[in-house]
């Protein structure tokens, strides 16, 4: 059974940083995918940013050149490292995973397409 725990969400002024750790167990298929979404109180669950089994990273045009995604295999651990943060980045954000699912390119940041979902862990940015 895939487990996803994540960790790391907090409290930061704008243009503070903060780094989101998920724990990855059970993952057994070599091709996967791995995300991070986020949700506002009122709003969509949408996509941030994503990495595949290859390597390849995709982000929503709102975090370009302000987060990283990038994974740990020794780990199991997923990461989202973002800086510069502003009070719209304020949300809920879910570490998901995407197994035996098409979930690459197009279909990167595309919810509907992760089929695990971690419990979420809140990040607040005050202006």
């Known amino acids: 059974q895939v487990q996803l725990v994540e960790s790391g969400g907090g409290s930061v002024q704008a243009g503070g940083s903060l780094r989101l750790s998920c724990a990855v167990s059970?993952?057994?298929?070599?091709?996967?995918?791995m995300g991070w979404f986020r949700q506002a109180p009122g709003k969509e669950r949408e996509g941030v940013a994503a990495?595949?089994?290859?390597?390849?990273?995709s982000y929503a045009d709102s975090v370009k050149g302000r987060f990283t995604i990038s994974q740990d295999n020794a780990k199991n651990t997923l990461y989202l490292q973002m800086n510069s943060l502003k009070p719209e980045d304020t949300a809920m954000y879910y570490c998901?995973?995407?197994?035996?699912?098409?979930?690459?390119?197009?279909?990167?940041?595309?919810?509907?397409?992760?089929?695990?979902w971690g419990q979420g862990t809140q990040v607040t940015v005050s202006s």
């Open positions: 998901a995973a995407a197994v035996g699912r098409v979930c690459s390119g197009r279909y990167s940041l595309v919810k509907y397409q992760y089929n695990y």
């Open positions: 059970g993952v057994t298929r070599s091709r996967y995918c």
């Open positions: 990495i595949d089994s290859d390597g390849s990273t």
